[in-house]
């Protein structure tokens, strides 16, 4: 994923069969219309590699500086005041089918309040997505960003591998099993074992 005009680092984590692709962006405050542009490119360019079954998931997080869309757990967000680069990235997350998952307010004001949800985090798998923890602001103390953390989670790839072998019963040599059985001291043996098991329940 390459791109001059967004401030984005990409990478990919790899798990198992579980390929994540995993973005961090940034969209500084009143930028162009290309740079919104480009932005909403990226998005649907790593939703489709998900789709073509490049990657399992995408995760996408960062600063995108939305204030006017005011995120909702149930429903389509609304956007007040009505701006149209706002209305243009909430449609491409939605036919992009991704899940904008943080709800809470994310920028931190003097008076101790928080204002606006600017952070986001996308992805394609919105039940993987857990956990998602306010924690104090970064930046001054009079007006910063919360810092957001989460858990997701990978898929479990463990499975037992499928053995297609067979034993051969009839070419077993039954006589060496026979001698080798009776030269045990079977009466000791067990009268020992019996010794323990008793010993174990007085």
């Known amino acids: 994923m390459k791109d001059d005009i967004t401030e984005n ?15 961090c962006a940034y969209r500084p405050p009143n930028s162009s219309n290309l740079t919104n542009r480009s932005i909403n490119v ?10 073509l079954n490049r990657f399992t998931t995408v995760i996408i997080c960062g600063d995108f500086n939305y204030p006017a869309i005011k995120w909702s757990k149930n429903g389509y967000p609304e956007i007040f005041p009505h701006d149209q680069e706002s209305s243009f990235f909430v449609d ?24 606006n949800t600017l952070d986001l985090i996308l992805t394609t798998c919105e039940n993987r997505v857990t956990n998602i923890v306010n924690k104090p602001p970064l930046g001054g103390l009079n007006r910063g960003h919360t810092v ?14 499928f053995d297609s072998r067979s034993f051969n019963f009839f ?6 099993f026979m001698n080798n059985l009776k030269s045990i001291d079977w009466e000791s043996s067990l009268k020992t074992k019996m010794l323990i098991i008793a010993m174990s329940f007085s």
């Open 9 to 23: 680092v990409w990478c990919s984590i790899k798990n198992g069969q579980d390929n994540i692709l995993l973005d």
């Open 42 to 51: 990226l998005l649907a360019e790593a939703s489709k590699l998900v789709t």
């Open 92 to 115: 491409n997350v939605i036919d992009c089918f991704l899940n904008q998952m943080v709800v809470e307010h994310t920028f931190h004001v003097s008076d101790g309040c928080t204002t």
């Open 148 to 161: 957001l953390s989460w858990m997701f989670m990978t898929i479990n790839n463990s499975a037992k591998v």
């Open 171 to 176: 070419r077993g040599d039954f006589n060496l």
